[in-house]
C-alpha cells in the first residue's frame, strides 16, 4: 500500500507568490495532520482534520496560511502571499483516529519550501 | 495540557555500546507513547509505542522503550548501537482524556543520536 504521498518534493519560489503544498493520505485513514519543520521552532503542528473537517488550527501562525481537505484523499496547505520566514519542511501525516489517542501517524516525505 | 520533554538535544554513543534516548510526558487520563524515527531528508518514521500492558515494548531495528509509569517516562533504548542508528528522534504522546483525541499527538523537540565508528 502506498504510503502518504506530497507534491511537490521541493519548491523554490520568490517572496509574495502564492505556494499551494498537496496530501494524499494513505487510503482509509479519516485524520490528518499538517506539521511544519524548522531548525529554530522544532516540529510544529499547524492544522488537523478528522472526516475532512477542519478540527484545530491553532497553529496556523496567520492569515496567509489556509487548509482545506475537499475530500477523503486529498488536502491543500496555501500560502498565500509566502514570504522568507516560510521557509521549511513541510509535512503530512494520516492516521485512522478510532482508539482515542492511540492511533500512529504515517508521514509523508514532506515538502522542502523555500522562499526567496 | 499535554507535554513530552526530551531533555537531550543530542546524544552521542559509540557503536556497539547501548544506547538511551530519554523522554519524560505529561497527560491526562492513559497515556499513549511513540518514537519516531527522522533521517536527513526523510520524514517521520514510526519506530514503536506503548499502549498498555508489558512496560518494555519492543519495536524496529532492534529498538526498545520502557515505560515507566512513576516517573512518566518512556526511555528509547538499544543494547548495540549501529552507526546507521544515526537520526534525530522525536518522543510523542497522545491520550485517551478530554474526549475524542482525533489522533492528535504532541511531539518532543527531537533528540540527535550520533553512533561514532
Known amino acids: 500500500d502506498a504510503g502518504v504521498i506530497q507534491s511537490p518534493r521541493h519548491e523554490v519560489t520568490e517572496m509574495g507568490q502564492e505556494v499551494t503544498l498537496r496530501c494524499k493520505p494513505i487510503?482509509?485513514?479519516?485524520?490528518l495532520f499538517w506539521y511544519r519543520q524548522t531548525m529554530m521552532r522544532g516540529l510544529e503542528l499547524l492544522i488537523y482534520?478528522?472526516?475532512?473537517?477542519?478540527?484545530?488550527d491553532s497553529g496556523m501562525p496567520e492569515d496567509r496560511f489556509s487548509a482545506k481537505m475537499p475530500n477523503a484523499s486529498f488536502s491543500t496547505l496555501k500560502i498565500q502571499p509566502s514570504e522568507p520566514r516560510d521557509s521549511a519542511v513541510y509535512f503530512c501525516?494520516?492516521?485512522?483516529?478510532?482508539?482515542?489517542?492511540?492511533?500512529?501517524?504515517?508521514f509523508g516525505p514532506g515538502t522542502r519550501l523555500l522562499v526567496l | 495540557a499535554q507535554s513530552v520533554a526530551q531533555p537531550e538535544d543530542q546524544v552521542n554513543v559509540a557503536e556497539g555500546n547501548p544506547l538511551t534516548v530519554k523522554c519524560t510526558y505529561s497527560?491526562?487520563?492513559?497515556?499513549?507513547l511513540f518514537w519516531y524515527v527522522q533521517y536527513p531528508n526523510r520524514g517521520l518514521q514510526f519506530l514503536l509505542k506503548?499502549?498498555?500492558?508489558?512496560?518494555l515494548v519492543k519495536g524496529s531495528y532492534g529498538f526498545e522503550a520502557e515505560f515507566n509509569k512513576s516517573q512518566t517516562s518512556f526511555h528509547l533504548k538499544k543494547p548495540s548501537a549501529l552507526v546507521s542508528d544515526s537520526a534525530l528522534y522525536f518522543c510523542?504522546?497522545?491520550?485517551?482524556?478530554?474526549?475524542?483525541?482525533?489522533?492528535?499527538?504532541?511531539f518532543g523537540q527531537g533528540t540527535i543520536l550520533t553512533v561514532h565508528p
Open positions: 501525516a494520516s492516521s485512522l483516529a478510532a482508539s482515542g489517542g492511540a492511533e500512529t501517524q504515517y
Open positions: 487510503s482509509g485513514h479519516n485524520s
Open positions: 482534520f478528522n472526516n475532512n473537517v477542519p478540527i484545530d
Open positions: 497527560v491526562s487520563g492513559n497515556p499513549y
Open positions: 506503548y499502549i498498555t500492558g508489558d512496560n
Open positions: 510523542a504522546a497522545g491520550s485517551n482524556a478530554g474526549g475524542t483525541s482525533y489522533g492528535k499527538l504532541t
